[in-house]
């Protein structure tokens, strides 16, 4: 007996980001390897013994975007919260695609999950491959946008995971060149880490929606609190694709009790900024090994012999991404920054594969 799944359903991938195994080194995900500034924590728990549990979150949905709002001078009609940024990318995909003849732009390598929501949403994705050294040709770009009358155009910026940049003018000049009718999102899931964003075009861009996320830089992974950006009709749009109540109180409070005490987070993501400055200098020296420059909490890695590398990094119990075999990608692992000392620890493991010893 064969079920009769919606068309298309067989062939989306599975979601490869889940943990097949608990590492004792856990540098795979790009998480923040910290715990939540003390004081923030004690807030936050007393925050959640006042929970109303069997009321609706409508108060604490309303809260957390009236603060983002006044942070970046928008309307509160502007933004979105989503269960993680994830949520909001995925409805974007839905709502801007539908049939195949909507075309979805973005880089590769970029985001994975990219591909999938472009599949699930039954759209056409058009990647455009990045160069030898993995930035992004803008023109090549915005080419493929129009050639392509690309319903949506992604960016991810910083790109992972290359963690490479493109800079505010760049993006700039791809909002100047693509057509006012193309939707074009910029996923600032790593902003915190390289400092420049793109929500300043949002007042000239009426096409431009900016995703942002607390599971990175903010470490609240555990929440699944994102948030986009955009005009209003925008907005209007994509807000009728969600569920009524879909964020639950639990996580607004917490994601809006962290974004009033986000000072309290600057030290976190200036020791990951530091940590990870400090690791590429040291992985480059290394011989066999490779880094590309990054803006982010994560370095990409080339080695040659990479199978040998991850077997010995995981022997040492600690977990790093992986690419297929097939990706342009297949001789580099994506190392997420840790605390000093995992860091000196999977640093010890690369040193010794280096030199050749067990
Ligand atoms: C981690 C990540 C996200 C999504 O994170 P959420 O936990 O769903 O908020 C989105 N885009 C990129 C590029 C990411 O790396």
Sequence with gaps: MSLQYRTGLQDIP???????RIWGIQINANECNMPMPPLV???????????????????????LVEQIAKNFRLQSDQILIGSGSSEIIEKLFYCFGGSPEKKIVYPDP?????????????????????EAD????IDKFVS??????????????????????????DIQYIADNIPESTA???????????????????????????????????????????????????????????????MNTLSLVTADICYQMRQEFVPHIQIMISERKRMAEQVK???????????????????????????????????????????????CVRISMGTREENDT????CKAFSEGRA
């Excluded at 599975?14 to 097949?20: L, T």
């Excluded at 077997?311 to 600690?318: K, Q, T, V």
């Design 14 to 20: 599975s979601y490869d980001a889940a943990p097949e």
């Design 134 to 137: 993995m930035t992004l040709d």
């Design 285 to 331: 020296q290394l011989k066999g090994f490779a880094v590309y420059p990054s803006e982010t909490n994560f370095l990409l890695v080339h080695n040659n012999d990479i199978d040998g590398l991850i077997e010995r990094l995981e022997a040492n119990d600690i977990g790093v991404r992986k690419f297929g075999k097939d990706s342009r990608l297949a001789d």
């Design 41 to 63: 924590e004690e807030r936050v728990l007393t925050r959640l013994s006042r929970v109303a549990f069997n009321r609706y979150p409508n108060e604490q949905y309303a809260d």
């Design 110 to 130: 970029s985001f994975s999950m990219y591909h999938i929501y472009a599949k699930a949403a039954q759209a056409t994705a058009v990647e455009v491959p990045l």
């Design 346 to 349: 999977w640093y010890a493991v």
């Design 184 to 246: 074009f999102l910029v996923d600032e899931a790593y902003v915190e880490f390289y400092g420049k964003s793109a929500t300043g075009l949002l007042k000239d861009y009426p096409n431009l929606i900016i995703a942002r996320t607390f599971s990175k830089a903010y470490g609240l992974a555990a929440t699944r609190v994102g948030y986009m950006l955009a005009s209003r009709a925008i907005t209007d749009m994509i807000g009728k694709a969600y569920m009524p109540y879909h």
């Design 144 to 169: 493929a946008v129009v050639d392509n009358q690309a319903s949506l155009a992604v960016i991810c910026n910083p790109n992972n995971p290359t963690g490479t940049v493109l800079s505010v003018s």
